[in-house]
């Protein structure tokens, strides 16, 4: 650390009190004070990535642009510090005012623009092709309210909206030159002129896009990428000739039109409007990206048959994949373009990602209300799905049956995962499993035809948040230990295995998992006013809430373990603190039914004395990625237990095995790929196969029925859902019970809680046994784990990507 600069630092920040912001640092409020060091980071951000457009520009690089409707990026003012190298720096400036860097940082409101694991890979990535100096810029919605604040009401999930915008966003920049229109509804007019086919759109509802320009800065870089979020307005801002007659309605009508659009991410779509009000935000992003892409190479090059030459668009999920017919559009009713020519340039430049094997998360909509509200689209959607279905008869020239279920349009909806199929030119799975999962089951009719277009990568995290940033201590000894910049090369990750037989690191690794336990139960009790005891072993369970990812497993296995200690109170001889944090989908009533549960379960062990000293449950409201940062490098148990086959990759996972977290897992997404680095004796493997789930699909063999009638203590297990202590503000949980025991709708539970529970079980108590008793080799298999880890960095992820797929050049 250089005293200078943090001397420079201090006096930057109280010139910015004083000139922008008028008061002095004696005076100014936290705000203020964030407000001032966030400018100088912005100044320190600004000058670079003005360079590198300019650069980018200059020698006519080909460019990405990934395309994702959720970006889940967190906090930007202590990732932009480590990015910069400035962290340590800012500290001391801080320090020297006599003014608490942490209570600063969290002034910001953390832009909540994703669900989960989606988003939020989409920011790491952003993170790495920054970092590796590649040209790209993200595009997404300016969502002005993020994923909900959660607030539990006895025991219930209450949303609350997410009003990140309130004070301000000082990081972005509205650029309203570049702004575009966006059409909806109207009708579509032909006329056959001298020069062909002519298409008029007509009668239509006009949105303005507003871009807001955000930099994004990876690791000591020359080369920030550009975030585009696009803002939604009226084109007729006010009628102020209806608000003078009174018509306050029809004066506020277009307004409310547009603004809707880009008002909340994700809203609700279990009636008509959120279905309409969704596929309206789909296709601005995609009707935006794909104008303002057009327009700058169009200024750059101006001849658009050299597109796939200079741009590459990777779809993040079917979100966006709107953009495939709306760039046809453009081409040729704006550009002039015939369908072959069109075609040739957009089949070239798409990729798609896909993120789910749950045929009831692949997108579709409506046929009449894609029509009503999308006219033009709809016929080129229509015109894609004649041709490529002609396409593939001529393969399944006898099976009608499978062209129909391979088909863009059928059973009057659009699916736009057999869009992305029929059109990207390469399709790619997030896990090797995952990608198996998409050959061999999902899409494997298509994989038949063009094996070619299918490949997996598997998902990272950024090592500079997630290592550099959330766990302070164990990034200060690796620099202690590890010889290289290991935030900026991950392979140095594998240096720690030279010493998890080193007493003296071992025992300082140890040291930095006890203080982050100290932190998380200081935060908790901050936050919830709850005592959680950092000596106990931190068992975690935190993701979106979602009946695959099985959190109800978790909370039987708590009601066994609380059975087991009333039974015998020595069973439990090192307490366990069982730690929930997740959200549930508005309209997820099952989801939200499992939060009720899990607040239940607490209620019955926190306030029985017998488990005093034994187990706790606490449940962490309001979860995001700044309490992610704190919870995760406390964690000691990483509670992967989704059902094999349904968990596509997973990122909490990696983050998790990174600050030295032990896996209890099934084979499922990344998991094999963890367990095949670490070794199976250093993560902990439960449950029937992906294989054996599916053929237990195929052939209605699950019956958890026998399993309820076999196994006494599950059948205790189970009954306390409807009987004895469980009641929570007097409910039972009666249709919890019967799912499990009985499915829906005449279908088993689908989710296999029963038949991996006893596994579950078993595994838990040797990984149990293992901290309790052997302490230190509990430990060293967390180094490894930590050293294993650096495989799953987003820059190794982005790496694959490149060579793959894009095949972009380093900015020079």
């Not at 979602?546 to 001889?573: A, G, N, S, W």
Request: aromatic share 12%.
């Amino acid at each position: 650390m250089n005293v200078t600069d943090s001397k420079q630092i201090v006096q930057r920040i109280k010139s910015k009190l004083i000139h922008a912001l008028g008061t002095t640092i004696g005076e100014a409020t936290n705000d203020e004070i964030y407000k001032a060091a966030a400018e100088c980071i912005r100044e320190d951000i600004m000058t670079s990535w003005a360079d590198s457009r300019r650069r980018v520009q200059e020698q006519g690089a080909k460019k990405l642009y990934y395309m994702s409707a959720e970006f889940l990026l967190g906090r930007a003012f202590s990732n932009n510090l480590i990015n910069l190298g400035l962290y340590e720096t800012y500290k001391a400036a801080f320090w020297e005012m006599g003014i608490d860097f942490d209570v600063i940082t969290e002034e910001e409101n953390e832009a909540g623009l994703g669900n989960g694991g989606l988003g939020r890979l989409a920011a790491c990535f952003l993170d790495s092709l920054s970092t590796m100096e590649l040209p790209a810029v993200g595009c997404g919605i300016r969502y002005e309210y993020g994923m909900f604040r959660q607030k539990i009401v006895d025991g219930t999930q209450i949303e609350m909206e997410d009003d990140w915008l309130r004070d301000g966003n000082i990081w972005e920049i509205e650029r309203p030159e570049l702004s575009v229109e966006v059409h909806f509804n109207g009708t579509i007019e032909e006329n056959w002129t001298e020069n062909g086919l002519e298409i008029k759109h007509k009668d239509y509802n006009t949105v303005i896009a507003v871009p807001y320009d955000m930099p994004i800065i990876g690791y000591k870089t020359k080369t920030p990428v550009t975030l585009r979020l696009w803002s939604a307005r009226s084109k007729q801002r006010f009628d102020f000739h209806s608000f003078n007659e009174g018509i306050y309605d029809k004066a506020m009508a277009d307004q409310t039109f547009a603004e809707a659009i880009s008002k909340v991410l994700y809203p609700s779509d279990d009636h008509m409007p959120g279905k309409q009000l969704r596929l309206k935000q789909f296709y601005f992003l995609a009707s935006a990206t794909m104008q303002s892409m057009l327009k700058r190479h169009k200024q750059i090059f101006d001849d658009l048959h050299t597109l796939p030459d200079h741009v590459v668009i990777q779809i993040n999920e079917t979100h966006p994949a709107l953009a495939i017919p709306e760039l046809m559009r453009i081409l040729m009713d704006e550009e002039g373009f015939g369908w072959d020519e069109a075609y040739q340039i957009v089949k070239k430049m798409f990729h798609y990602t896909n993120h789910t094997i749950m045929t009831e998360a692949m997108e579709c909509w409506d046929e009449n209300m894609f029509r009503f509200l999308l006219p033009r689209i709809y016929q080129i959607v229509c015109a894609f799905n004649e041709k490529y279905c002609n396409k593939i008869r001529a393969y399944y020239s006898h099976n009608e049956e499978k062209v129909r279920s391979m088909a863009i349009i059928g059973n009057n909806e659009i699916r736009m995962a057999n869009l992305c199929v029929a059109v990207c030119r390469r399709v790619n799975g997030v896990s090797n499993l995952h990608g198996d999962i998409l050959k061999e089951k999902i899409f494997n009719s298509s994989y038949r035809i063009f094996p070619q277009k299918y490949l997996a990568i598997t998902n990272g995290i950024t090592h500079r948040r997630w290592f550099g940033l959330a766990n302070q201590g164990l990034y200060h000894l690796a620099k202690e230990y590890i010889k290289g910049d290991i935030l900026k090369d991950y392979h140095l990750f594998e240096q720690f295995l030279l010493y998890k037989d080193d007493e003296e690191f071992l025992k300082k690794y140890s040291e930095v998992k006890e203080n982050n336990k100290i932190r998380f139960a200081k935060y908790i009790k901050e936050k919830q006013g709850i005592e959680i005891n950092p000596d106990s072993i931190f068992d975690v369970h935190c993701k979106r809430l979602h009946e695959y990812k099985r959190q109800l497993m978790k909370c039987l296995h708590i009601i066994y373990v609380y059975q087991r200690i009333k039974k015998d109170p020595e069973c439990i001889t090192t307490p366990i603190t069982f730690i929930f944090a997740a959200k549930a989908a508005p309209g997820y009533t099952k989801a939200k039914e499992i939060i009720r549960l899990i607040h239940s379960v607490a209620e019955m062990v926190n306030k029985d004395p017998d488990m005093k000293g034994k187990i706790q449950v606490v449940f962490v409201e309001d979860y995001c990625v700044s309490v992610a940062e704190m919870l995760i490098p406390a964690a000691d148990i990483s509670e992967q237990i989704s059902t094999a086959g349904m968990e596509a990759s997973g990122t909490g996972n990696m983050k998790f095995m990174m600050n030295g977290a032990l896996t209890i897992g099934t084979m499922d997404g990344a998991n094999i790929e963890i367990a095949e680095r670490v070794g199976r004796e250093n993560i902990f493997i439960f449950g029937d196969s992906a294989e054996g789930n599916y053929n237990k699909k195929t052939y209605h063999t699950y019956n958890p029925g026998i399993i309820f009638e076999n196994n006494p203590w599950i059948r205790d297990v189970c009954n306390c859902l409807i009987e004895g202590n469980l009641l929570y503000y007097g409910k039972k949980y009666s249709e919890i019970y019967q799912s499990l025991l009985f499915g829906e709708y005449g279908e088993a539970d689908p989710y296999y809680v029963l038949a991996d529970f006893p596994s579950y079980i078993e595994t838990y108590e040797t990984m149990y046994r293992l901290y309790v008793d052997q302490k230190e080799e509990w430990i060293k298999k967390t180094v490894i784990n930590t050293a294993k880890s650096g495989y799953f960095s987003s820059d190794r992820t982005i790496e694959q990507y490149n060579e793959k797929i894009w095949n972009l050049k380093p900015v020079k």
